[in-house]
Nanobody, 122 residues
Framework: QVQLVESGGGLVQAGGSLRLSCAASGRTFGSMGWFRQAPGKEREFVAARGWSASNPAYADSVKGRFTISRDYTKNTVYLQMNSLKAEDTAVYYC??????WGSGDLKDYDYWGQGTQVTVSS
């Protein structure tokens, strides 16, 4: 059974940092990504990383502040979030797909985690 389990969310002040983790079980994925959904808004792309370490992709709103990384031995993807802003407040979802190529389109992902809440106070 395939599962994606996120952790690391919480409440942080603006300017602070958090690191989200997503542990996958049941299979290894070619690419994994992070999306987020704020209240009243659609789910949006945050970051994705394919099998190769050379092709991570980021939404413009998080470039230079967030970093996606993978630990292939632990089948886990991380999202390091620095310089957090109030507008980063959302439920963050981990997603995975068999393809080795990362994607910013949520329709390309086959598996999803349950989400973890990130709240940034201003």
């Amino acid at each position: 059974q395939v599962q994606l389990v996120e952790s690391g969310g919480g409440l942080v002040q603006a300017g602070g940092s958090l690191r989200l983790s997503c542990a996958a079980s049941g299979r290894t994925f070619g690419s994994m990504g992070w999306f987020r959904q704020a209240p009243g808004k659609e789910r949006e792309f945050v970051a994705a990383r394919g099998w190769s370490a050379s092709n991570p992709a980021y939404a413009d709103s998080v470039k230079g502040r967030f970093t996606i990384s993978r630990d292939y031995t632990k089948n886990t993807v991380y999202l390091q979030m620095n310089s957090l802003k109030a507008e980063d407040t959302a439920v963050y979802y981990c997603a995975a797909r068999p393809s080795q190529w990362g994607s910013g389109d949520l329709k390309d992902y086959d598996y999803w985690g349950q989400g973890t809440q990130v709240t940034v106070s201003s």
